[in-house]
């Protein structure tokens, strides 16, 4: 991640002299992660996390929430940079939470390096089938599912391939991913937001499937028609199993209960803009 971006991510950081680092870094990206969502998912939620939001910034002053913003404009510009080219795809969330040293380690909590995950998802990932795929269907749908997703850098490494081989993953790639760490559903959620990519965010046990919170991101919300009924065509498979050389069973995601406000254009690159 660019070195200026991590010094001026720290500058805000350290500005909150009232309380410690961990607490900081934690509540930024929860308050970024409500701010996006409770903007566009007005579900039975919303009230709730609404008052959760008020709860936390409460405790802030206002010079320290608007550094906040500043830093969550920062974030955001540069993974638009990644976007259109001007700057490298990384895991900007995980990087900035192993920074801060915050890692629980006790629940084996340690991010992938993007390099390692961005070589995974090349070797993974059967180019020849994505392509064949999409040259059929132009509007074809490939599902991603990372069960255990941490702050999302595997996911991302995905869409970085994806949009190397000029696929437009926010119309052809919708991902559903989760974690146990509500600070990880936080971090994925935030980064898949501002990248552009149509997701779902669980927070819940994989193993046993049980889930208490769903985060849908704008890419998703903005066209969900287009996803549920392109995987219902697919009769409710999804394909992380054929675009993957090393196939896995994947859960069908349910769709939003009511359909959202019409999708606004995307813009050159594909992408839907927060702003």
């Given at each position: 991640?660019?070195?200026?971006l ?6 805000i950081?350290d500005s ?10 934690k ?15 007005h579900?039975?939620?919303h009230?709730?996390?609404e ?36 700057a ?6 995980g990087e ?11 629940a ?30 132009p509007n074809?749908v ?10 999302g ?11 190397s081989?000029?696929?437009?993953y ?14 990880c559903?936080?971090?994925?959620y ?12 669980r ?12 985060w849908?991101?704008p ?11 392109k ?6 498979k ?12 994947i ?5 939003p ?19």
């Open positions: 991640m660019n070195l200026e991590k010094k001026e991510l720290n500058r950081f909150v002299a009232n309380r410690d680092y961990y607490s900081v870094v509540e930024f990206f929860e308050l970024c992660a409500i701010s996006i969502r409770n903007s566009v998912d579900g039975k939620d009230d709730k996390l008052k959760h939001y008020m709860d936390i910034a409460s405790t802030y002053t206002k010079a320290q929430l608007e550094n906040f913003s500043q830093g969550l404009a920062i974030l955001g510009g540069e993974i638009t940079k990644a976007t259109t080219g001007d490298d795809f990384c895991d900007w969330a900035i939470y192993m920074a801060s040293g915050t890692s629980n380690s006790k084996g909590q340690f991010f992938t390096p993007y390099c390692v995950s961005r070589v995974a998802a090349e070797v993974n990932l059967d180019r020849e089938l994505i392509r064949s795929k999409l040259q059929d269907d074809y490939f599902t991603i599912h990372e069960p255990t997703c941490g702050a850098g595997m996911v991302v490494a995905v869409v970085d391939v994806l949009h081989m000029n696929v437009n926010a119309w052809n790639c919708f991902v559903d991913c989760g974690d146990i760490d509500p600070r559903v936080h971090m994925t935030l980064t898949l937001s501002l990248l552009g990519v149509p997701a779902v965010v927070l819940g046990n994989a193993l046993s499937l049980e889930y208490s919170q769903a849908y991101t890419a998703y919300l903005f066209a969900w028609p287009h996803f549920e009924v995987m219902r065509n697919n009769k409710g999804t394909d992380a199993q054929k675009i993957s050389k090393n196939p896995e069973p859960e069908v995601v349910e769709e209960k009511k359909e959202p406000e019409p999708a606004p254009i995307m813009n050159k690159n594909g992408q839907y803009s927060l702003f």
